[in-house]
T-cell receptor, first 113, second 114 residues
Framework: DTGVSQNPRHKITKRGQNVTFRCDPI?????LYWYRQTLGQGPEFLTY????????KSRLLSDRFSAERPKGSFSTLEIQRTEQGDSAMYLC???????????FGPGTRLLVL | AQSVTQLDSHVSVSEGTPVLLRCNYS??????LFWYVQHPNKGLQLLLK??????LVKGINGFEAEFKKSETSFHLTKPSAHMSDAAEYFC????????????FGTGTRLTIIP
């Protein structure tokens, strides 16, 4: 399968714990996006990378959130000191470049107890 | 800023009858418009996209959409619904410069009645 992959698919954690998600984009896609989808809503933009550079972060991304794409390939999204409000589906998408289609991974569903 | 409004949160149709999912958009610039579908426990899949070429866009699985600038609409249609079409559908707008982030509507859940 050469699509976008995300791991883990599901994560249950206790409030206050740290969690990290991984996204592997389609090979050679230089742009990578993170979105968050809460129940009953459409996905919302969190941040994006062009190669290894993080070029923009949404106001939704508080200081507890950090994202990296160290070698311009896979990306990680870390949430520190999780809160119940962080419970959501975290989606990753990649694209070959400007004005190209974004392809989505299956998402990581986070539940904070 | 850009936004999309999906006019129906839930649509039910009988198998074999036409499907219409409505979407209106708002954008300060000429946007690209998309419809994505999300099946349970599966990722978002692109159905079709409009990028300033033909205003009638054909997608996968028999879906099509028409871009109407005067009405700021991009409604999704299919002549004959199939049971496998049951899913959540998202209308999406993208500005074609800067971060090119996707802005999603709140979704329309399509139910197919046997």
């Amino acid at each position: 399968d050469t699509g976008v992959s995300q791991n883990p698919r599901h994560k249950i954690t206790k409030r206050g714990q740290n969690v990290t998600f991984r996204c592997d984009p389609i090979s050679e896609h230089n742009r990578l996006y993170w979105y968050r989808q809460t129940l009953g809503q459409g996905p919302e933009f969190l941040t994006y990378f062009q190669n290894e550079a993080q070029l923009e972060k949404s106001r939704l991304l508080s200081d507890r959130f950090s994202a990296e794409r160290p070698k311009g390939s896979f990306s990680t999204l870390e949430i520190q000191r999780t809160e119940q409000g962080d419970s959501a589906m975290y989606l990753c998408a990649s694209t070959l470049g400007s004005q190209e289609t974004q392809y989505f991974g299956p998402g990581t569903r986070l539940l904070v107890l | 800023a850009q936004s999309v409004t999906q006019l129906d949160s839930h649509v039910s149709v009988s198998e074999g009858t036409p499907v219409l999912l409505r979407c209106n958009y708002s954008s300060s610039y000429s946007p690209s418009l998309f419809w994505y579908v999300q099946h349970p426990n599966k990722g978002l899949q692109l159905l079709l996209k409009y990028t300033s070429a033909a205003t009638l866009v054909k997608g996968i699985n028999g879906f099509e959409a028409e871009f109407k600038k005067s009405e700021t609409s991009f409604h999704l249609t299919k002549p004959s619904a199939h049971m496998s079409d049951a899913a959540e559908y998202f209308c999406v707008v993208r500005i074609n410069f800067g971060n090119e982030k996707l802005t999603f509507g709140t979704g329309t859940r399509l139910t197919i009645i046997p």
